[in-house]
């Protein structure tokens, strides 16, 4: 049994691909991991997923970099995203927002599921076609969902793995603030090397 890493973008595992010394490849085979980059969004990530997760793999874990709405915590941080939701999966009515689930339709939320001890602080993410930038999405989010993090690929990640049983883990380090578009409020690359320290020490316990 292997674990499946899986990342949105190359340059999210960067350092992780050179620790490894893996071949440049969006599926890269090895002893104790394969490596999937699926493109960014929740579209690309679940045809990437259709084609390569199987019950061959006991574990997935979804790397990636995420903006915060929390501003108590600093940009850098990496954390355990133990739940995630599809927050724009469903229907509006009115002003009233009717999920997946309130249609009957499917589930909207999913959560982390692994046997391992993962020492990270636990948050909670949505998932977003669209990444917020304006106070009025900013506001509406944090009162339907009080979301820690958000991403474009986290909960369909969960999705994917629950179809087959597997378990799943996401972790996600700090980028930026959810706030109106900034580049040069951003830390991607603080982001990025804390992530990818934490992946590569996580990933080699296994070997």
């Known amino acids: 049994m292997k674990t499946l890493v899986v ?12 620790h490894f010394n893996l071949p440049d490849g969006d599926f890269v085979e090895s002893k104790n991991f ?5 493109g960014v969004g929740m579209v690309a990530t679940a045809f990437a997923l259709g084609k390569h997760l199987s019950s061959k793999y006991n574990l ?14 600093a940009l850098g ?15 509006e009515n009115g002003d009233e927002f009717l999920t997946i689930s309130d249609l009957g339709f499917g589930e909207n ?6 046997n ?40 369909a990640v969960f999705y994917a793995s629950k179809q087959l049983n ?17 580049k ?4 991607i690359g603080l982001a990025i090397k804390n992530l990818n320290d934490w992946a590569i020490a996580f990933v080699g316990e296994m070997n």
């Open 184 to 187: 040069d409020n951003w830390k």
């Open 7 to 18: 990342a949105a973008t190359k340059a999210e595992l960067t350092f992780f691909y050179q």
């Open 109 to 114: 939320h999913y959560t982390s599921k692994t």
């Open 77 to 91: 941080t990496v954390l355990n995203i133990a739940e995630d939701t599809f927050a724009e999966l469903g229907a």
């Open 116 to 155: 391992k001890s993962i020492n990270l602080p636990m948050a909670k993410g949505i998932t977003m076609n669209c990444v917020t930038g304006s106070e009025k999405s900013i506001k509406n989010l944090m009162k339907r969902l009080n979301p820690t993090t958000e991403s474009m690929e986290g909960a």
């Open 60 to 73: 997935v874990v979804n790397f990636g970099i995420a903006g915060s709405f929390d501003r108590d915590i």
């Open 34 to 38: 394969d490596l999937l980059i699926t």
């Open 166 to 182: 597997i378990d799943c883990l996401q972790i996600r380090s700090i980028s930026n603030y959810v706030e109106p578009r900034n």
